[in-house]
């Protein structure tokens, strides 16, 4: 059942960069930045999951994805704002988080390679941020990549207590972590329906019309 989960994830998260990669090179007004997330975190999981079949460990990659997600959707958000303070927040988040991340590589570069739960919560939070301010913006403009940033806020505060949850209680009983990988699985396939169902109303919806 998991292995159905994930792969069918995969094949969702493949859909939503197709589409929106068509819609891009027909000029239908898709954000760069969201395309580019988009193919980003699909060859990183392909990546992952072909690291995972080779028993070669992949905690670095998976260290690498979570520091590019939060580039690549820092950049969507900073390119959605008309605040220029709160680009200048986006973007000097963004550096910070990198320059810790780069002390904490330099004291300890073997944390590279392993499970960093300082890359995934400050990495994640900080994604959190970047949407919560496009969500408050949405209140008195137009509903631009609603769906996206709903389905984003959820999956990354459910997915991110998952990730403490794991580190904390690293002596969990099988069944437990087994439950956990199959939670997350299932939140990121709503978070990847999500994104499917932006493009539905934004772009197959206005075609209708």
Do not use: C, P
């Amino acid at each position: 059942m998991i292995d159905f989960l994930i792969y069918f994830g995969y094949s969702v998260l493949i859909l939503d960069s197709v589409l929106f990669a068509i819609s891009f090179f027909k000029k239908e007004k898709v954000n760069g930045f969201f395309l580019i997330y988009l193919l980003f975190a699909t060859i990183m999981q392909v990546s992952m999951e072909a690291l995972y079949h080779l028993h070669v460990k992949n905690l670095i990659l998976m260290n690498l994805f979570f520091i590019g997600q939060m580039m690549a959707l820092g950049f969507f958000y900073g390119s959605l704002m008309n605040s220029r303070s709160q680009k200048t927040i986006i973007h000097t988040t963004m550096v910070l988080n990198t320059i810790i991340i780069g002390i904490q590589s330099w004291m300890d570069y073997e944390q590279f390679f392993r499970y960093n739960l300082l890359v995934i919560v400050i990495t994640n939070l900080s994604v959190i941020v970047f949407a919560v301010l496009h969500l408050y913006n949405m209140l008195t403009s137009e509903k631009k990549y609603y769906y996206i940033t709903i389905g984003l806020i959820l999956y990354l505060l459910a997915s991110t207590l998952i990730y403490i949850v794991g580190n904390i209680n690293v002596k969990l009983d099988d069944d437990f972590k087994f439950l956990l990988v199959y939670f997350n699985s299932f939140l990121l396939i709503v978070y990847y329906l999500f994104i499917l169902y932006d493009w539905k109303v934004s772009f197959l919806g206005k075609k209708k019309r």
